[in-house]
């Protein structure tokens, strides 16, 4: 069984950074295609960030595009999102998953974690 467990989550004010960390415990943890996603109030769960399994490939929704980085350690079995510059419209609580693949889709991601809240105040 695959479990995630995300930290790093907090109250910051606007053109902050913040750190999030996912670390994962289960098998084969390298062979995941790794996954943030976030989800604001009244407003579906959204895509922000994925990386391959490799950690060659990353994928970013166009509004964290230059602001937010995601990175993998696959000896460790962790995986970051490094946000700054950070606005208002960033409030959402993040959630880190795992899935075959490194994807915008949410159906792709079989294991999620419980989530960390980012507030970002004006």
């Known amino acids: 069984q695959v479990q995630l467990v995300e930290s790093g989550g907090g109250l910051v004010q606007a053109g902050g950074s913040l750190r999030l960390s996912c670390a994962v415990s289960?098998?084969?943890?390298?062979?995941?295609?790794m996954g943030w996603f976030r989800q604001a109030p009244g407003k579906d769960r959204e895509f922000v960030a994925a990386i391959r399994w490799s950690g060659s490939t990353t994928y970013y929704t166009d509004s964290v595009k230059g602001r937010f980085t995601i990175s993998r350690d696959n000896a460790k079995n962790t995986v970051d999102l490094q946000m700054n510059s950070l606005t208002p419209e960033d409030t959402a609580i993040y959630y880190c998953a795992a899935g075959v693949f490194a994807t915008i889709g949410l159906a792709n991601y079989k294991y999620w974690g419980q989530g960390t809240q980012v507030t970002v105040s004006s």
């Open positions: 289960g098998p084969t943890f390298g062979a995941y295609g």
